[in-house]
């Protein structure tokens, strides 16, 4: 596609229950990278991908976020057991390669309620 | 670890003048990049202007134009001839290379409102 797409724009779940959140990267980019933006604060990274397999992932807060990129191309982010302090903002991005300029998504709001 | 700081919350300023926003970080590395990133409320993030620290030389694009200062730790954005499109949030980020992969480090950002 043209640009990164996510998917949902905007997702509302109980607490407790298990979602997941799916970025398309620009075609061609090998490095994909999610991040979070809780409300007024910039955003924090959570894990980044090269290929298919996880180069970084020191920034998933705990156990109950996961991702995967099982074909290098799209990406789920899975969130099990959801919180109300996981409401947020799920920012996408994706690179050429690493250390080139990042290209965002318009993200997906997460509320859990 | 590294931090960047914004310390303007919010700024506003009048169509067709000229406004300085401030970020300040803190690193130990010496080879990085520093960012400026526009976010409207559609919330993509849109990068507005990149520095390289090993340039001297203040990068610029357009109406956009950075002020380096390497040895203070200081990156301001300059935005000149302000528009009513620029009204969004900014935020100032840093990216290590020797950091894995590319991962930006953000300020907490400031909030632009142009008026007409």
């Known amino acids: 596609g043209a640009g990164v797409s996510q998917t949902p724009s905007n997702k509302v779940t109980e607490k407790g229950k298990y979602v997941e959140l799916r970025c398309d990267p620009i075609s061609g980019h090998t490095a994909l990278y999610w991040y979070r933006q809780s409300l007024g604060q910039g955003p924090e990274f959570l894990i980044y991908f090269q290929g298919t397999g996880a180069a970084d992932d020191s920034g998933l807060p705990n156990d109950r976020f996961f991702a995967v990129r099982p074909e290098g191309s799209v990406s789920t982010l899975k969130i099990q057991r959801t919180e109300r302090g996981d409401s947020a903002v799920y920012l996408c991005?994706?690179?050429?390669?690493?250390?080139?300029?990042?290209?965002f998504g318009q993200g997906t709001r997460l509320t859990v309620v | 670890a590294q931090t960047v700081t914004q310390s303007q919350p919010e700024m506003s300023v009048q169509e067709a003048e000229t406004v300085t926003l401030s970020c300040t970080y803190d690193t130990s590395e010496n080879n990085y990049y520093l960012f400026w990133y526009k976010q409207p409320p559609s919330r993509q993030m849109i990068l507005v202007i990149r520095?390289?620290?090993?340039?001297?030389q203040n990068a610029t694009e357009n109406r956009f134009s950075v002020n380096f200062q390497k040895a203070a730790k200081s990156f301001s954005l300059k935005i000149s001839d302000s528009q009513l499109g620029d009204t969004a949030m900014y935020f100032c980020?840093?990216?290590?290379?020797?950091?894995?992969?590319?991962?930006?480090?953000f300020g907490e950002g400031t909030q632009l409102t142009v008026n007409p």
């Open positions: 980020a840093f990216e290590g290379r020797k950091t894995s992969g590319s991962r930006l480090t």
């Open positions: 991005a994706s690179s050429p390669t690493m250390n080139t300029e990042a290209f």
């Open positions: 520095q390289e620290a090993y340039k001297q």
